[in-house]
């Protein structure tokens, strides 16, 4: 990975190549990605891993995974550990150092009695709608609280009262005290901490007040020596407060600086919405290929590698922008092109009777398993007198430019023979059911020795040999580009594409395939790129389709 990402230069390593020439942080560059744990990761959040990461890789320099478990409410012990997975899987490497935001609430409680002891911040008695009618609005200044003034005594006691857990949620708040006209309004006395009654994952009952983010990230970042605190552009606002609190305490300040989070057309990457879309049983889990998440796009069968192409090819910019769906497909198709088995398999099966091959007789065809991989070698595929082809390659009248299968036409098998469609048989409602048809035993191996050319290869299976499989087709999420300006009253529930997951059942497959474990990629040929889903079984294998071949993003570029 570290060759990967380490190649673009961007504007955060300017600034950093700047601060060392300066002597900054004493030469040290060390980063951090602090996860909330109340939701699994997205591929906007792989941004912000690789950013980090890959910074701390190429100056040498260390990188933090924290968790900034500050509200117990909304976090979850399975969440953590899933975070942890995804960001292994990814390629990230904290070393040794995990950290909690629970393993600083000593520390932070300290430094808030510290900002009450120098006049800086107040106990506000005020209601949560009061605190929030008073705050102004962004072209009125807001009200000073009438308990701004509290004595430095009454503050002191009242905050040790709150953490002793004598007041109910919602009674009091510790706010900063800094400016109620300020036109940034995060700096209007800003809340530190809430009293909140409620189990801690780690730290079980031992608090009744938690911090607040604004307050506690920070500090996190100072007591962990981070030197650059690279977020997303939508904490560019909190920066002054950010420097507020730990100017103000003296403390260690790292250096914020905000880059442009991944945008993703045709999804959604806001956790509350995913977060909507799980509790509400639209999709099947924070796994379900159909989403974004890292560990959806796992089980759809995306590596690590083509995250980590795609999020290079993205860069790092100041600006928003919306990256093209399209991309991140190319990103997957490109490793897999090189890397997954060819197989073949036929999703919708139409029997072929080869009529003038001998009876109860079987052969094994020579198959390429990669192209594109001179290594890969090649595997022996069964071939009988009763195969199956995809429906969509036969038609009864065929159009014009349509070269596959068709009555009295010859086509190639794919590393078999040239064969001739002579019979349609249907059923007593007119549906065609099977097809006869005779094969070219001199044209073995896909070539006819009096050179005569056919129009159209075509992928088979054999009947007796293959085995029966469940086949799931994932499209894009959402069937508009963007759900974040949506006509008054619609809301992206309303785009969610109904054909973003079709199931089909009795698929042929080659029989070796009934082995392939979990994660298992390849290539059905002609067909796309698949991997074995986690409810498959020797006795009902599952594939998830991961993209067609199809490249939209290749033409794009070309054109």
């Not at 959604?268 to 977060?275: E, G, Q």
């Not at 595929?381 to 596959?404: A, C, G, N, Q």
């Not at 056919?454 to 759900?483: C, F, G």
């Not at 089909?504 to 889903?533: I, S």
Request: with cysteine; hydrophobic share 35%; glycine share 6%.
């Amino acid at each position: 990975m570290e060759e990967k990402i380490r190649s673009k230069s961007n504007f955060i390593r300017d600034i950093i190549d700047k601060d060392l020439l300066e002597g900054k942080n004493n030469g040290r560059v060390h980063t951090r990605f602090p996860p909330e744990p109340n939701g699994h990761l997205h591929i906007g959040h792989a941004k912000a891993i690789l950013v980090n990461y890959s910074i701390a890789q190429d100056y040498n320099g260390k990188f933090n995974l924290r968790f900034d478990d500050t509200n117990p409410i909304k976090e979850d012990e399975e969440y953590v550990n899933a975070i942890i997975n995804d960001i292994k899987w990814l390629g990230a490497d904290w070393e040794n150092r995990l950290f909690y935001a629970s393993d600083y609430f000593d520390e932070m409680y300290d430094y808030a009695v510290q900002l009450i002891k120098v006049g800086k911040a107040f106990v506000d008695s005020q209601s949560a709608e009061e605190i929030r009618r008073n705050r102004g609005t962004v072209t009125s200044p807001g009200v000073n609280s009438p308990f701004r003034d509290r004595s430095i005594k009454e503050n002191l006691d009242l905050f040790e009262k709150m953490k002793n857990g004598e007041f109910k949620d919602g009674t009091h708040v510790l706010r900063g005290k800094i400016d109620m006209a300020s036109p940034n309004m995060l700096m209007r006395d800003p809340l530190m901490y809430r009293i909140r009654h409620a189990f801690h994952h780690r730290t079980g009952n031992k608090w009744c007040i938690y911090p607040m983010y604004d307050w506690a990230h920070g500090l996190e970042d100072s007591l962990e020596g981070i030197t650059h605190s690279l977020c997303s552009l939508e904490f560019q606002a909190h920066r002054p407060l950010y420097d507020w609190f730990l100017l103000e305490l003296g403390v260690h300040k790292p250096q914020q600086i905000e880059f442009a989070r991944l945008n993703l057309n045709y999804t959604v990457m806001s956790k509350r919405k995913l977060l909507e879309l799980v509790e509400e049983n639209l999709v099947s889990g924070w796994d379900d290929p159909r989403l974004p998440t890292l560990s959806g796009l796992r089980r759809r069968g995306f590596t690590a590698e083509a995250i980590q192409n795609f999020i290079q090819k993205v860069g790092v910019a100041k600006a928003h922008s919306v990256v093209d769906y399209a991309l991140l497909e190319h990103s997957i198709r490109e490793v897999l092109n090189k890397t997954a088995p060819r197989v073949m398999s036929v999703l919708n099966p139409l029997k072929v009777v080869i009529t003038n091959y001998p009876e109860g007789q079987a052969e094994e065809i020579d198959a390429v398993n990669n192209p594109e991989d001179p290594d890969a070698g090649t595997r022996k595929v069964p071939f009988s007198k009763e195969l199956y082809i995809e429906r969509e390659d036969f038609m009864e009248d065929p159009p014009k430019k349509f070269f596959r299968l068709a009555p009295g036409r010859e086509v190639r098998f794919r590393y078999a023979y040239f064969i001739t469609c002579n019979e349609v048989i249907k059923d007593e409602n007119g549906e065609i059911i099977e097809l006869h048809c005779t094969y070219d035993p001199a044209s073995k191996g896909g070539k006819s020795p009096d050179g005569r050319k056919v129009k159209a290869t075509l992928h088979w299976i054999s009947a007796a040999h293959a085995i029966d499989a469940e086949i799931r087709l994932y499209d894009r999420l959402i069937t508009v580009p963007d759900t974040n300006n949506l006509k008054e009253g619609k809301t992206f529930k309303d785009f969610i594409n109904p054909n973003a997951l079709k199931i089909l059942q009795n698929c042929k497959l080659e029989a070796h395939l009934a082995e392939a474990e979990v994660g298992f990629r390849c290539q059905f040929e002609r067909l796309g790129y698949f991997c074995v889903d986690n409810d498959s079984t020797a006795q009902k294998p599952v594939f998830n389709r991961t993209v067609t071949l199809r490249d939209v993003w290749a033409k794009l570029q070309k054109k």
